[in-house]
């Protein structure tokens, strides 16, 4: 089955529902929508797409499944294990497997990106009070994940 799905004004898809980037209740996060693109019994991929308001992030996570990411809009940054990147639209970062990761918007512009995902993957896990200060011990990444 062939699926078109055009593009409309705002970076919305034809058919493609607007929805809430996770349940708040299982993890943090702030400011992100998620849309799924593609997403078929035969395709072993989902492509999503996500934005994140300015000022937001998306949950600080791992898991051993990874992902491909290509920046569409505005711009921001990402830890991905230990390194800060800066984005910008149509770059492309890969995240790999078990590394913590993070996208955060601008203050004053929103970062938006398509997600490419295994169809069937593990549960994210959320660092430990202990993981999270070890992440900090780096400066640099704790002043990424302060958001400053
Ligand atoms: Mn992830």
New binding site residues.
């Given amino acids: 089955m062939i699926v078109l799905r055009r593009a409309l004004p705002e970076f919305r898809w034809e058919g493609v529902d607007l929805r809430a980037y996770k349940d708040e209740a299982q993890a943090p996060f702030r400011g992100v929508t998620r849309q799924v693109l593609a997403s078929a019994p035969d395709l072993k991929g989902e492509l999503r797409y996500f934005e994140v308001a300015p000022g937001g992030w998306t949950t600080l996570?791992r898991?051993q499944h990874v992902?491909a990411v290509t920046i569409l809009r505005g711009a921001g940054r990402a830890l991905v294990g230990e390194n800060v990147l800066d984005l910008a639209p149509l770059d492309l970062v890969t995240?790999p497997a078990w590394a913590w990761?993070q996208f955060r918007a601008g203050t004053d512009v929103a970062l938006g990106f398509l997600c490419m995902v295994d169809a069937e993957r593990d549960r994210?896990q959320l660092p430990s009070e202990q993981e999270r200060a070890a992440l900090e011990s780096a400066p640099e990444i704790a002043r990424f994940l302060s958001g400053t």
């Fill in positions: 996570e898991h992902h995240v990761h994210p």
